[in-house]
């Protein structure tokens, strides 16, 4: 039975790295549920790692709005032009994915923006940035989980 688990708890943590691309899946939630199991079924985990997993879980929604208002702001982008890019994220994740998540913030805050500025190229720069906003965001998110995964497995063998 302990095999199963830790089948089941390792299947929920590769899961959470598959949302990172797909992000209909909701990676840190799988992270959630394989210290659930952990917790409930196989042994107890320490304050350290509960309080770790709070933390970092903050920081990773942080990581995408963060990410898209940062790059877009720096870019020139209006504080609409932030906003869709923050829609376009959501939507994205159920348009065509995985691709979705990219092409639709780009569409959608270079359209904002060429609507506020009248400026095609100035646009173009600005949705861009949507671009590196979601690439850095999804290392910082991956960066993010394999640490809350490391504090797991430290706290489970040897504490």
Do not use: C, H
């Not at 939507?91 to 913030?105: D, L």
């Amino acid at each position: 039975m302990d095999t199963l688990l830790w089948i089941v708890i390792i299947g929920f943590f590769l899961l959470s790295f598959v949302g990172l691309i797909y992000p209909v899946i909701p990676g840190i939630l799988m992270v959630w549920l394989g210290f659930f199991t952990y917790q409930f079924f196989l042994g107890s985990l320490g304050f350290w790692s509960w309080g770790s997993l709070i933390v970092l879980t903050v920081l990773i929604f942080a990581a995408d709005f963060v990410a898209n208002m940062y790059f877009v702001e720096r870019r020139g982008g209006s504080k609409w032009g932030g906003r869709m890019a923050i829609v376009g994220l959501i939507v994205g994740a159920f348009v065509v994915p995985p691709f979705g998540i990219i092409i639709v913030p780009f569409v959608l805050v270079f359209i904002t923006e060429y609507v506020i500025r009248n400026d095609v190229n100035a646009a173009l720069k600005i949705g861009t940035g949507t671009v590196f906003a979601f690439l850095s965001s999804t290392v910082a998110k991956f960066i993010i989980q394999v640490t809350i995964m490391i504090v797991f497995f430290l706290d489970v063998w040897f504490f």
